[in-house]
């Protein structure tokens, strides 16, 4: 999706580090980065060291908005809309009444001229029969829009870390162990989760029956479980649309890991209503689709007649290919885990392309990416394009 | 006393109601828990002028009579209590519902239930009735989580005998029963408590009825107990063996099974529907199994041949011998004999058949349409919606005026993509009821899947105009948002949605349309507050408006099946004459 970049003058910049530390108990922050300035939610990560804290406070601006009483000592804080300075402030407590604190103040920036650049940005899976190729330069790789090759801008590869949101059909076909092994994928998902990498889980049936925030920890998303019920009809596409949204406010790497059993049956939204979502965000979508029982049927609701379930069924498979993600289809629920541990890897072994497009004319248009390895037999697959706006 | 658990539960005029444990301010109102009238008459001169006016007529009819029967698991028993300091005599009735009754059909949320008391003495002269309405909230499907409702209530009586009657009728589906008890006030001793029935009750004390002397009584274990646990265990305990047949034997084996017909149909005119359906029952399973190759063809022929005999003497009777095989068929269902369930149930379209072709007055035509709605909804259940379009399609040419059921056909017609046919039926609901808001939604619906958006949207009009706060709306307003997505104009639906979001806010799909809506228009920030909003109504909403939408027409089936049953009750007599005759005539 395009960013909109600000080209700005930082004026004011000030830091204060890390405070006073005391000679055994220490505390410092992590993140958000010195000098950098901050707008909207932001993570507040401190390190404790010399001892073991009892409480750690996060405070903002000479507000208290929030304590942790256990590592991991992250907070996620709403830095409201301005890019105004800001005192990010962590207090540690030790349980023998000691005290120590860490400050950090953001910089706010002065905007001078406001120049659109519309970064694009490709996350790109490399194979050769099957196996990931992990060693591609930057010379080897070719980004075409339409018939024009653009400059890449930017190029990473390995560990960047990610957002993501599980998406979990818990409509009532999933009553059992479908959903049992759905909740597992997620513990196993949570579980190879690198440290920066965050994401939120959602179970959704024809509404949201589970929403965790976006977290940094793995108890903390796969935490309250154990009352999760199958039930309702599958509104697949509204809540992809809805997952889509939410990871348009985080930054980094997003993805959407659907897993589902079966057709929506009771979305307001058809897929090619998604398609002008995906379209304009640069999220992957996975979906790990149970399929017992082998090739899986259209089906018939009152919303949608057998043949027009297929198309959409159709429609949605090359949705997922055109995010850049894929399908896939596991036979017994029983491998949600493995399927889920499968996307995280390949997430994790995506190179990631920016450019400037060339030629922009902001009239809504489709314009086709193709990505060119120079090296031979290799496969790629990234999103297949993007809307002009 | 059994614990009342984690059911809301309101009663009418609940000043001085209590519960046996909790408190009545601790759950919140059904939606729907209007009270019903309630009130203690004495003395009014004569039958059927009953003091009970928010009754239907047709179960006021019934009550009047005393004719025992309905579809709901019910028992009543009563007890007279000591006579208070002015002298005065009353007694206490206790009514069981079973859970499986009243959850039958049921969606989730507020389930209510009307019950009536009536207590006729000698000369027919009524001298106390009532009329209460319950609402529980409950979780959807027959296991509620609870055993039934057990409703007590105090009725000040004269001296003397009196016959207590009590009909119960639950709200959403109207299926009923009717129980008779006769009572000696002031009594001898109490009977003696059979037990109470294990389990979680939901337990109601009538207003004026005293909490103490309830409590009293079941310390002194004098609580009448009805137990519907003996009424549920009534099934049939042994399979009656036929003896093997050899041709020569076939008239004998054939002469059998009709009377066998005959007894039962002696018991349905007595009221006694259960053992009726029960005795029949293992008849039928009785024939089959003594001999699978022609046992069927028998039972069927000796059904026949008592369904042939009463209609050229008595088609009065036919309405509740059709209604009885119908129960039959779901007796076999329950037991899986689908063989044999498929045989009742074409011997209960038959005489119904005969019924409505003999030629019918108005009201046997009114009677037998709903009695086949009734059979409709048992072919929804086992899954034989053809069939179920087929009984329809009949019942509405019989009572053509009756626009819930050219809706209910017109749900089918949705179900199986008979779109031509689905407006068609939708058309006939809005001639007879032309502001109908889920016939204008549905007619609207077909229009746009016929691509005549035009059309579509004039039919959303007068719903969006008026907007009310149900289901109906909610999916009127995702239509014309549909609508607006399709012309590629997303900008249109935003205020549509905007409105219908304000007015629900606890529907997460317009929330999510509006979210859609706002992001195709350019309302990024906007996009992401109705997401929030979708996510967080997601969580509070109970049967979301898109599936109440594709619901089959069960509950409007069941309805009026209700009214054919009562309609059969009162033709118990005829039914008696008629067996009577054929017997004689044996």
Not at chain 2, 242 to 267: I, K, M, N, Y
């Given at each position: 999706?395009?960013?909109?970049?600000?080209?700005?003058?930082?004026?004011?910049?000030?830091?204060?580090?890390?405070?006073?530390a005391?000679p055994?108990?220490d505390?410092?922050?992590?993140?958000?980065?010195?000098?950098?300035?901050?707008i909207?939610p932001?993570?507040?990560?401190a390190?404790?060291?010399?001892?073991?804290?009892?409480?750690?406070?996060?405070?903002l601006?000479?507000?208290?908005?929030?304590?942790?009483?256990?590592?991991?000592?992250?907070?996620e804080?709403?830095?409201?809309?301005?890019?105004?300075?800001?005192?990010?402030?962590?207090?540690?407590?030790?349980a023998?009444?000691?005290?120590?604190?860490?400050?950090?103040?953001?910089?706010?920036?002065?905007?001078?001229?406001?120049?659109?650049?519309?970064?694009?940005?490709?996350?790109?899976?490399?194979?050769?029969?099957?196996?990931?190729?992990l060693d591609?330069?930057?010379d080897?790789?070719?980004?075409?829009?339409?018939?024009?090759?653009?400059?890449?801008v930017?190029?990473?590869?390995?560990?960047?870390?990610?957002?993501?949101?599980?998406?979990?059909?818990?409509?009532?076909?999933?009553?059992?162990?479908?959903?049992?092994?759905?909740?597992?994928?997620?513990?196993?998902?949570?579980?190879g989760?690198?440290?920066?990498?965050?994401?939120?889980?959602?179970l959704?049936?024809?509404?949201?029956?589970?929403?965790?925030?976006?977290?940094?920890?793995?108890?903390?998303?796969?935490?309250?479980?154990?009352?999760?019920?199958?039930?309702g009809?599958?509104?697949?596409?509204?809540?992809?649309?809805?997952?889509?949204?939410?990871?348009?406010?985080?930054?980094?790497?997003r993805?959407?890991?659907?897993?589902?059993?079966?057709v929506?049956v009771?979305?307001?939204?058809?897929?090619?209503d998604?398609?002008?979502?995906t379209?304009?965000?640069?999220?992957l979508?996975?979906w790990?689709?149970?399929?017992?029982?082998?090739?899986?049927a259209?089906?018939?609701?009152?919303?949608?007649?057998?043949?027009?379930?297929?198309?959409?069924?159709?429609?949605?498979?090359?949705l997922?290919?055109?995010?850049g993600?894929?399908?896939?289809?596991?036979a017994r629920p029983?491998?949600?885990a493995h399927?889920?541990?499968e996307?995280?890897?390949?997430?994790?072994?995506?190179?990631?392309?920016g450019w400037?497009?060339d030629?922009?004319?902001?009239?809504g248009?489709?314009?086709?990416i193709?990505?060119?390895?120079a090296r031979?037999?290799?496969?790629?697959?990234?999103?297949q394009?993007?809307f002009?706006? | 006393?059994?614990?009342?658990?984690?059911?809301?539960?309101?009663?009418?005029?609940?000043?001085?109601?209590?519960?046996?444990?909790?408190g009545a301010?601790?759950?919140?109102?059904?939606?729907?828990?209007?009270?019903?009238?309630?009130?203690a008459?004495?003395?009014?001169p004569?039958?059927?002028?009953?003091p009970?006016?928010?009754?239907?007529?047709?179960?006021?009819?019934l009550?009047?009579?005393?004719v025992?029967?309905?579809?709901?698991?019910?028992?009543?028993?009563?007890?007279?209590?000591?006579?208070?300091?002015?002298?005065?005599?009353?007694?206490?009735a206790v009514?069981?519902?079973?859970?499986a009754s009243?959850g039958?059909?049921?969606?989730?949320?507020?389930?209510?239930?009307?019950?009536?008391?009536l207590?006729v003495?000698?000369?027919?002269?009524?001298?106390?009735?009532?009329?209460d309405g319950v609402?529980?909230?409950?979780?959807?499907?027959?296991?509620?989580?609870?055993?039934?409702l057990?409703?007590?209530?105090?009725?000040?009586?004269?001296p003397?005998?009196?016959?207590?009657?009590?009909?119960?009728?639950?709200?959403?589906?109207g299926a009923?029963?009717?129980?008779?008890?006769?009572?000696?006030?002031?009594?001898?001793?109490?009977?003696?408590?059979?037990?109470?029935?294990?389990?979680?009750?939901?337990?109601?004390?009538?207003p004026?009825?005293?909490?103490?002397?309830?409590?009293?009584?079941?310390?002194a274990?004098?609580?009448?107990?009805?137990?519907?646990?003996?009424?549920?265990?009534?099934?049939?305990?042994?399979?009656?063996r036929?003896p093997?047949?050899?041709?020569?034997?076939?008239?004998?084996e054939?002469?059998?099974?009709?009377?066998?017909?005959?007894?039962?149909?002696?018991?349905l005119?007595?009221?006694r529907?259960?053992?009726?359906?029960?005795?029949?029952?293992?008849?039928?399973?009785?024939?089959?199994?003594?001999?699978?190759?022609?046992?069927?063809?028998?039972?069927?022929?000796?059904?026949?041949?008592?369904?042939?005999?009463?209609?050229s003497?008595?088609?009065?009777?036919?309405?509740?011998?059709?209604?009885?095989?119908?129960?039959?068929?779901?007796?076999?269902?329950?037991?899986?004999?689908?063989?044999?369930?498929?045989?009742a149930?074409?011997?209960?379209?038959?005489?119904?058949?005969?019924?409505?072709?003999?030629?019918?007055t108005p009201?046997?035509r009114?009677?037998v349409?709903?009695?086949?709605?009734?059979?409709?909804a048992?072919?929804?259940?086992?899954?034989?919606?053809t069939?179920?379009?087929?009984?329809?399609?009949?019942?509405?040419?019989?009572?053509?005026a009756?626009?819930?059921?050219?809706?209910?056909?017109?749900v089918?017609y949705?179900?199986?993509?008979?779109?031509?046919a689905?407006?068609?039926?939708?058309?006939?609901?809005?001639?007879?009821?032309?502001?109908?808001?889920e016939?204008?939604?549905?007619?609207?619906?077909?229009?746009?899947?016929?691509a005549?958006?035009r059309?579509a949207?004039?039919?959303?009009e007068?719903?969006?105009?008026?907007?009310?706060?149900?289901?109906?709306q909610?999916v009127?307003?995702?239509?014309?948002?549909?609508?607006a997505?399709?012309?590629?104009?997303?900008?249109?639906?935003?205020?549509?949605?905007?409105?219908?979001?304000?007015?629900?806010?606890?529907?997460?799909?317009?929330?999510?349309?509006?979210?859609?809506a706002?992001?195709?228009s350019?309302?990024?920030?906007?996009?992401?507050?109705?997401?929030?909003?979708?996510?967080?109504?997601g969580?509070?909403g109970?049967?979301?408006?898109?599936?109440?939408?594709?619901?089959?027409?069960?509950?409007?089936?069941?309805?009026?099946?209700?009214?054919?049953?009562?309609?059969?009750?009162?033709?118990?007599?005829?039914l008696?004459?008629?067996?009577?005759?054929?017997?004689?005539?044996?």
């Amino acid at each position: 999706m395009r960013r909109r970049l600000a080209l700005a003058l930082l004026l004011a910049a000030s830091f204060a580090g890390a405070a006073g530390a005391a000679p055994r108990f220490d505390i410092g922050l992590i993140e958000p980065a010195a000098g950098v300035p901050v707008i909207g939610p932001v993570r507040v990560t401190a390190e404790v060291r010399g001892g073991q804290a009892l409480t750690v406070e996060f405070w903002l601006d000479g507000r208290l908005v929030g304590a942790r009483d256990r590592p991991p000592w992250s907070l996620e804080i709403d830095t409201g809309e301005a890019i105004v300075e800001h005192r990010i402030r962590v207090v540690a407590v030790a349980a023998s009444g000691a005290r120590a604190e860490a400050e950090l103040i953001t910089p706010k920036i002065q905007i001078d001229e406001v120049v659109e650049l519309p970064l694009q940005q490709a996350y790109v899976t490399a194979t050769r029969g099957g196996t990931p190729v992990l060693d591609l330069r930057r010379d080897e790789l070719r980004v075409v829009e339409g018939e024009r090759e653009q400059k890449l801008v930017t190029f990473e590869r390995g560990d960047i870390p990610l957002a993501a949101l599980l998406l979990l059909d818990s409509s009532l076909s999933m009553r059992g162990k479908p959903l049992d092994a759905a909740l597992g994928g997620a513990r196993a998902f949570a579980a190879g989760m690198a440290p920066l990498d965050e994401a939120q889980l959602v179970l959704f049936s024809d509404r949201v029956v589970h929403r965790t925030d976006f977290t940094r920890d793995p108890d903390e998303l796969v935490a309250d479980l154990s009352g999760a019920l199958a039930r309702g009809g599958s509104a697949i596409h509204d809540h992809l649309m809805l997952a889509l949204l939410e990871l348009e406010k985080r930054q980094g790497r997003r993805a959407v890991v659907l897993l589902s059993d079966g057709v929506d049956v009771e979305s307001v939204l058809n897929v090619a209503d998604l398609e002008s979502v995906t379209g304009r965000s640069s999220a992957l979508v996975y979906w790990i689709r149970i399929r017992e029982g082998g090739e899986g049927a259209g089906g018939r609701s009152i919303w949608r007649d057998y043949a027009q379930h297929t198309a959409e069924l159709a429609s949605l498979e090359l949705l997922v290919a055109a995010s850049g993600g894929r399908v896939l289809d596991i036979a017994r629920p029983e491998e949600a885990a493995h399927a889920f541990g499968e996307v995280l890897a390949e997430l994790r072994r995506q190179y990631v392309l920016g450019w400037y497009p060339d030629g922009l004319r902001h009239d809504g248009s489709w314009r086709p990416i193709r990505i060119e390895c120079a090296r031979k037999d290799v496969e790629l697959r990234a999103r297949q394009g993007y809307f002009d706006d | 006393m059994q614990r009342v658990a984690t059911f809301a539960l309101l009663l009418s005029l609940l000043a001085g109601a209590a519960l046996a444990q909790g408190g009545a301010a601790d759950f919140p109102p059904c939606a729907q828990a209007a009270p019903v009238a309630a009130g203690a008459e004495t003395s009014p001169p004569a039958l059927p002028a009953l003091p009970l006016a928010q009754l239907e007529p047709r179960l006021a009819a019934l009550l009047a009579r005393g004719v025992e029967g309905g579809s709901v698991t019910m028992a009543l028993a009563a007890a007279p209590l000591p006579a208070s300091a002015l002298g005065s005599a009353s007694a206490l009735a206790v009514v069981e519902i079973s859970a499986a009754s009243l959850g039958e059909g049921h969606p989730g949320g507020c389930l209510g239930v009307e019950i009536a008391l009536l207590a006729v003495a000698a000369g027919g002269r009524v001298v106390a009735s009532r009329h209460d309405g319950v609402a529980i909230e409950a979780p959807a499907g027959v296991a509620l989580g609870f055993e039934g409702l057990r409703y007590l209530a105090r009725l000040e009586l004269p001296p003397g005998e009196v016959s207590l009657r009590a009909l119960a009728r639950v709200e959403r589906t109207g299926a009923f029963a009717l129980r008779a008890s006769k009572l000696t006030v002031p009594a001898a001793p109490p009977p003696a408590a059979a037990g109470a029935r294990p389990g979680t009750w939901v337990e109601v004390l009538a207003p004026g009825t005293d909490a103490g002397q309830v409590a009293a009584l079941a310390a002194a274990g004098a609580l009448p107990a009805p137990l519907t646990g003996h009424l549920e265990a009534a099934a049939p305990a042994s399979v009656t063996r036929l003896p093997a047949t050899s041709p020569s034997a076939e008239l004998d084996e054939l002469a059998t099974l009709v009377d066998g017909h005959l007894a039962a149909l002696r018991l349905l005119a007595q009221g006694r529907s259960r053992e009726a359906v029960a005795a029949l029952e293992r008849l039928d399973a009785g024939a089959l199994e003594a001999d699978p190759d022609n046992g069927l063809g028998r039972v069927t022929r000796a059904g026949e041949r008592v369904l042939g005999g009463i209609a050229s003497r008595h088609r009065r009777a036919l309405l509740p011998v059709a209604l009885f095989f119908a129960d039959l068929s779901r007796a076999h269902h329950a037991t899986r004999r689908t063989a044999l369930a498929r045989r009742a149930a074409i011997a209960a379209e038959h005489a119904l058949e005969r019924l409505a072709s003999s030629p019918p007055t108005p009201e046997d035509r009114e009677l037998v349409a709903a009695a086949l709605d009734g059979l409709a909804a048992d072919d929804l259940r086992h899954g034989d919606p053809t069939h179920a379009i087929l009984l329809l399609v009949r019942a509405t040419e019989l009572d053509p005026a009756r626009a819930p059921r050219w809706l209910a056909l017109a749900v089918l017609y949705e179900w199986d993509w008979r779109l031509d046919a689905a407006a068609r039926a939708v058309g006939r609901a809005l001639e007879h009821e032309p502001g109908n808001r889920e016939a204008l939604l549905r007619a609207a619906r077909i229009a746009r899947l016929q691509a005549e958006p035009r059309r579509a949207a004039e039919r959303l009009e007068p719903l969006l105009a008026a907007p009310a706060r149900d289901w109906v709306q909610a999916v009127a307003a995702e239509e014309r948002a549909r609508l607006a997505f399709d012309e590629g104009r997303p900008e249109a639906a935003v205020p549509v949605l905007e409105s219908a979001s304000e007015l629900l806010p606890d529907e997460a799909p317009l929330a999510a349309a509006l979210a859609f809506a706002r992001f195709r228009s350019g309302d990024r920030s906007g996009a992401f507050a109705a997401a929030a909003r979708a996510a967080e109504a997601g969580q509070r909403g109970l049967v979301a408006p898109r599936r109440r939408y594709g619901e089959l027409p069960l509950a409007v089936l069941l309805r009026s099946r209700t009214a054919a049953e009562a309609g059969a009750l009162l033709r118990l007599e005829a039914l008696a004459l008629a067996v009577t005759d054929l017997e004689r005539g044996r």
